[in-house]
């Protein structure tokens, strides 16, 4: 009795990791969090600079 319940508790847990709810679910927190003011901001920074010098030969 105690395997089945391990196993049918195993795979209710493998599906709800495989379903979209949680992504429906993460993707309405987001849209409630994003309507009372919080904002993301990307890791990367843009930089409006040349691009790097290289030290390659030109003559070749």
């Given at each position: 009795?105690?395997?089945?319940y391990?196993?049918?508790?195993a795979?209710?847990?493998?599906?709800?990791?495989?379903?979209?709810?949680?992504?429906?679910?993460?993707?309405?927190?987001?849209?409630?969090?994003?309507?009372?003011g919080?904002r993301?901001?990307?890791?990367?920074?843009?930089?409006?600079?040349?691009?790097?010098?290289?030290?390659?030969d030109?003559?070749?």
């Amino acid at each position: 009795m105690k395997t089945a319940y391990l196993l049918f508790t195993a795979a209710i847990a493998a599906s709800l990791f495989s379903s979209c709810i949680p992504l429906a679910a993460g993707a309405a927190a987001g849209y409630v969090a994003h309507k009372e003011g919080y904002r993301v901001q990307s890791p990367v920074k843009k930089k409006d600079s040349p691009p790097p010098e290289t030290n390659y030969d030109q003559n070749q």
